[in-house]
C-alpha cells in the first residue's frame, strides 16, 4: 500500500521467498503507474492461512 501511495508502484506478481516465523519475505515485480484503486485497509474478516498439499494458501478481506 505504501509504494503504491508514495512511489506510484503497481505490484503485478509474488514469489514468496519465506513464510515462517509469523512474517512473510516476497520478491514482488511490478510496473510504475497510478493504480486505478488504493487498498485503504486490511481486515481480520475472513482471514484465513493454512498449508494445503505442502504450499500454504490464505486469504484475506481488503478495504478499497
Known amino acids: 500500500m505504501y509504494?503504491?501511495?508514495v512511489e506510484d508502484?503497481?505490484?503485478a506478481r509474488a514469489t514468496v521467498i519465506?513464510?515462517?516465523?509469523g512474517g512473510l519475505r516476497a520478491?514482488?515485480?511490478g510496473v510504475c503507474g497510478r493504480p486505478r484503486h488504493l487498498v485503504k485497509g486490511?481486515?481480520?474478516h475472513d482471514l484465513a492461512?493454512?498449508?494445503e498439499g505442502g504450499i500454504w494458501h490464505g486469504?484475506?478481506?481488503l478495504d478499497v
Open 9 to 11: 508502484f503497481i505490484p
Open 18 to 21: 519465506d513464510f515462517e516465523h
Open 42 to 44: 486490511v481486515t481480520l
Open 3 to 5: 509504494l503504491a501511495e
Open 49 to 51: 492461512a493454512a498449508p
Open 59 to 61: 486469504r484475506v478481506v
Open 27 to 29: 520478491i514482488v515485480w
